[in-house]
């Protein structure tokens, strides 16, 4: 493919692969309302190896903490998560098997609304499960940062946006100051 080359990393003498970012698809794409259907090949592929490397180094590239594969136009039950270097998670067709009760108010964008955010309610904690890059089925808890990206990316499987939890107030406010935002950084890229 022509998006893809190789190079030879000639100081650690290894074939390295290099991977150019997915396009990201807007919030009107209609890939973002529909249901994603399970991922139903074997487990782990090459197919799949492939669309996790691409979805990583998508993420990364736009500075996102996580990212659904119908985001980038790829219909699968598939989403990526990670920051920094300290937290790398591959989610093939995830479920919440358990939520509790505590609910946290917090902030929240998303790569296919650029400078968007919203005060969205989520549970602090939340038991999942999900088949790894690996292709092991794993039960975990999570809280905080990770739960609400979880459920924020799950979301995104199940056709909800982020947009559909806050009222057409709020929306209109922050929608307000996402175009405040995008014309104040694009006079700064001009300078």
Known sequence: MSS???????????LEEKITPLPIYADTHPLLLE?????????????????IKKLKVTRKAYGGIGLSANQCGIKA????????????????????????????????????????????????????????????????????????????????MNGVKFTDYVGPLALKIAKEKQQKRIKKHTRMSKK
């Open 4 to 14: 893809e080359i190789l190079t030879i990393d000639t100081g650690a003498g290894l």
């Open 77 to 156: 039950r598939v989403f990526v998560l990670g920051y920094e270097d300290s937290f790398d998670m591959v989610c093939i067709n995830p479920k919440v098997l358990e939520i509790s009760e505590d609910i946290i108010n917090d902030n929240e964008g998303c790569l296919s609304f650029p400078g968007l955010y919203l005060k969205v309610k989520r549970p602090s904690k939340i038991k999942v499960e999900y088949t790894a890059e690996d292709g092991k089925v794993t039960q975990v808890e999570l809280t905080g940062l990770t739960a609400r990206c979880y459920l924020h990316e799950l979301d995104h």
């Open 35 to 51: 249901v994603m259907p399970e991922y139903k090949g074997e487990i782990p592929s090459f197919d799949l190896h492939q669309l």
